[in-house]
């Protein structure tokens, strides 16, 4: 079974693996590759970019890349993409046709990462050739003002004629299943892999992830502006008291190494999504990614047969 989205990324199954800033590496993304999706490799942090080149002594198979906008970046930095073989890249956190053209002229395919509708009219007329469109339940910096999957992604779908991913929310065939009657053609994980066999993150905050129920995360305020601004983080001691204290201060986010892989829950906040209440255990992103599709192509087969009985 094939899709728009897998055809434009040349893979067998319409998942992706969230750009997860220093976690989103070769590791990750490889597996996510190996099992028939598209990994995504963050660029925000070094580390990120090194692996870049190490990814192919882990998978042949189709890899992305992430470009966060709000990172000042030259654009030549769009030739090494070429050179590395990367075809499709997510860009997020800032305006589209910053790098959009150039992307597009060297042949790579280009998803914007939004969380309005007014975001994803603005992707659509800078070109992009799709969509992740990402409920405000999803982790890591979001808008206070911010609308759900459920409310967010049929609403773009209904303006915007463009192939959408949904993110946020996402975690298994159900919710899966949901995100294409939505109007999605793939979706986007996060959370869901933070916490599989592969992830680098220290065992202390999967486990945190797997102990966390539906109200285990919080959107903490970043400051400035008109306060909007804000990060959903799991809840921890350190993140309720950011919460009663005001926006984190610098060192505490410098400090999340310590948190993701030392496995300090005090040392910082760490980004998770709302789904961390529905993850009940770790296993291999294979593992994940396979039982996921083949359960929500058997689920809005059965939907369809139990509707036609009615």
């Known amino acids: 079974m094939s899709?728009?989205?897998?055809?434009?990324?040349?893979?067998?199954?319409?998942?992706?693996?969230?750009?997860?800033?220093?976690?989103?590496?070769?590791?990750?993304?490889?597996?996510?590759?190996?099992?028939?999706g598209l990994g995504i490799i963050e660029t925000t942090s070094e580390q990120g970019r090194a692996d870049l080149r190490r990814i192919r002594d882990?998978?042949?198979?189709?890899?992305?890349?992430n470009i966060s906008l709000f990172v000042e970046r030259d654009p030549a930095f769009v030739d090494e993409l070429v050179e590395l073989g990367i075809r499709f890249v997510t860009t997020s956190a800032g305006g589209p046709r910053l790098?959009?053209?150039?992307?597009?002229?060297?042949?790579?395919?280009?998803?914007?990462?939004?969380?309005?509708?007014?975001?994803?009219?603005?992707?659509?007329?800078?070109g992009v050739d799709g969509l992740?469109?990402?409920g405000v339940e999803g982790g890591g910096?979001?808008?206070?003002?911010?609308?759900s999957s459920m409310v967010l992604l049929p609403l773009v779908a209904e303006h915007v004629?463009?192939?959408?991913?949904?993110?946020?929310?996402?975690c298994d065939a159900r919710t899966m299943a949901a995100a294409f009657v939505l109007g999605a053609v793939g979706v986007q994980m996060g959370t869901r892999l933070l916490a599989c066999a592969e992830s680098p993150v220290h065992d202390n905050l999967k486990?945190?992830?797997?102990?966390?129920?539906?109200?285990?995360?919080?959107?903490?305020?970043?400051?400035?502006?008109s306060g909007a601004?804000?990060?959903?983080?799991?809840?921890?001691?350190?993140?309720?008291?950011?919460?009663?204290?005001?926006?984190?201060?610098?060192?505490?986010?410098t400090r999340v190494h310590t948190l993701y892989f030392d496995g300090d829950m005090t040392a910082s906040v760490a980004n998770t999504g709302h789904v961390a209440g529905r993850i009940a255990d770790i296993r291999p992103a294979a593992q994940i990614i396979g039982e996921m599709w083949a359960g929500c192509r058997e689920l809005l087969t059965a939907t369809v047969a139990s509707m036609a009985t009615v």
């Not at 319409?14 to 597996?31: D, H, K, R, Y």
């Not at 799991?234 to 309720?240: F, L, M, V």
């Open 161 to 170: 004629d463009l192939p959408l991913i949904a993110a946020g929310g996402i």
């Open 58 to 65: 882990l998978t042949d198979r189709p890899v992305g890349a």
């Open 141 to 147: 910096f979001k808008n206070r003002f911010g609308a």
């Open 229 to 253: 601004r804000m990060m959903r983080v799991i809840r921890t001691a350190a993140a309720e008291q950011i919460d009663t204290g005001g926006s984190p201060d610098g060192a505490a986010l």
């Open 132 to 134: 992740v469109v990402e």
């Open 207 to 225: 486990q945190a992830v797997l102990a966390a129920d539906e109200t285990g995360t919080v959107l903490l305020p970043l400051g400035g502006g």
């Open 3 to 36: 899709n728009r989205f897998c055809e434009l990324a040349g893979v067998d199954v319409p998942v992706i693996g969230a750009p997860m800033t220093f976690i989103a590496g070769a590791q990750l993304a490889a597996a996510v590759s190996n099992a028939g």
């Open 99 to 126: 790098f959009t053209g150039r992307l597009r002229d060297a042949g790579i395919t280009v998803f914007h990462v939004v969380g309005t509708l007014a975001a994803a009219r603005k992707a659509a007329d800078a």
